[in-house]
């Protein structure tokens, strides 16, 4: 199918519209990471590692619990309307987090983010797929995510804001909650549905779509896929920074930016090449995306074991290295999650496909903080852990190349 210029210019303009809203949905993740130093010096009642990782696993729980939900509305009611008012409700709260005083409201804020963020990536990554043909599906995806890492790289200076007198963590919550708020309108009016056929199906009953979906042999591996690798990459994005302060030294600054810009920029060439790649290997195989994931995941094993290993031996350098060949790897897994559903489930059941998908993989990220936390305080090696993580990433490496995509273009 051909698209015309206008409907190319539509497609691409809603990827350029999506790319802040992106920066903020990770920011705001990001800063808590960074700034925990900070936060726990200044909210009472925070008293271990373990109780921070609780913190850290609420946020994705409500996120997980909510993410179905979100994604079946995105599909029944449209992605537009879903998208702008999730980034509305979350800017409101970034905005009250900045304000918290104890633990227990913390804790509040950090459940109401989770819940309004849930609605935003089933239904922006589906309006994407919707717009954007096979030919530059992985593209456009990729390209979107990089929004993602530009909010996470912009976190890793979180230290930095919270350590300066003039302004502090509580000022960075607030200044991000009101620059929400003010995008959410113009992104609502600017935003554009994909075009349906008259005769196309609806999403049906909530039930009927996630079971046609969990009964789908490709979607319960791709289903596995999309959640294996996420219990190392929520520790890396989470813990790492607080890792490298107090295994290395590092100040909080130095050790969000150590533990964060490398690897987030690392993932955005990559995002842009993998893009490429897989759609460019998608003329001699349906199976092209699929391809390009687990060469991905080939980087993420070794770049895992390689970085428990050189933290232990104190590198700093060294650990800078493996984190960017994590990057590298994760680029390419990240921008081809969605363009590989996309071949497998039909429009109206991607959002929902999406959700699911959260469900699982941020349900166990949340469980990995805790654990992780949990290995910290009674001092298992780094090696060990991350030795686990990179074992986790070889069977995911499998997983993706049994999947058996139906069609290069289901629209």
Not at 117 to 123: D, K, N, S, V
Not at 136 to 160: F, P
Not at 330 to 359: H, K, S, V
Request: charged share 15%; proline share 4%; net charge positive.
């Amino acid at each position: 199918m051909n698209e015309t210029p206008s409907a190319s210019r539509t497609a691409w303009l809603v990827v350029i519209l999506l790319i802040p809203v992106a920066l903020l949905n990770y920011l705001d993740r990001q800063l808590v990471a960074t700034m925990q130093k900070s936060i726990m010096g200044d909210v009472s009642g925070i008293r271990s590692q373990e109780q921070w990782g609780h913190m850290l696993a609420w946020f994705k729980w409500t996120y997980a619990l909510a993410s179905p939900f979100a994604g079946y509305v995105a599909d029944r009611f449209g992605r537009r309307h879903v998208i702008a008012l999730s980034l509305l409700v979350w800017s409101a709260d970034t905005w009250v987090t900045g304000y918290v005083q104890t633990y227990d409201q913390l804790l509040w804020t950090r459940a109401i983010m989770g819940l309004s963020e849930a609605f935003y990536i089933p239904a922006a990554l589906a309006l994407i797929a919707d717009h954007h043909l096979s030919a530059t599906r992985s593209r456009a995806v990729g390209l979107h995510q990089i929004g993602i890492y530009l909010g996470v790289m912009l976190g890793s200076v979180g230290g930095y804001v919270a350590d300066d007198p003039a302004l502090g963590w509580r000022w960075a919550f607030a200044a991000l909650g009101l620059a929400g708020v003010g995008y959410a309108l113009p992104l609502w009016w600017w935003l554009r549905e994909a075009p349906r056929k008259p005769d196309a199906p609806t999403a049906g009953a909530p039930l009927a779509a996630a079971g046609e979906l969990l009964r789908d042999r490709n979607f319960q591996l791709l289903l596995l896929y999309f959640t294996l690798p996420a219990l190392a990459g929520w520790v890396v994005r989470d813990w790492m920074p607080s890792v490298l302060r107090k295994e290395l030294g590092l100040t909080q600054g130095l050790a969000g930016v150590s533990a964060v810009v490398w690897w987030q920029g690392a993932a955005i060439a990559s995002a842009l090449f993998g893009g490429w790649l897989a759609d460019r290997w998608m003329r001699q195989s349906l199976r092209g995306r699929q391809k390009v994931s687990a060469l991905g995941m080939a980087l993420i094993a070794p770049a895992l074991l390689g970085v428990g290993i050189v933290i232990d031996l104190g590198s700093l350098p060294l650990a800078i290295f493996f984190l960017v060949l994590f990057g590298l790897g994760w680029g390419l897994f990240d921008g081809n999650n969605m363009p590989i559903l996309a071949q497998i489930a039909r429009p109206e059941r991607r959002a929902t496909g999406y959700g699911l998908m959260n469900l699982a993989s941020i349900s166990c990220g949340g469980l990995s903080d805790v654990g992780f936390g949990w290995l910290r305080d009674h001092h298992v090696p780094l090696n060990l852990i991350f030795a686990g993580f990179a074992a986790v990433a070889c069977l995911s490496a499998w997983l993706v190349l049994r999947i058996r995509p139906v069609s290069e273009d289901l629209r």
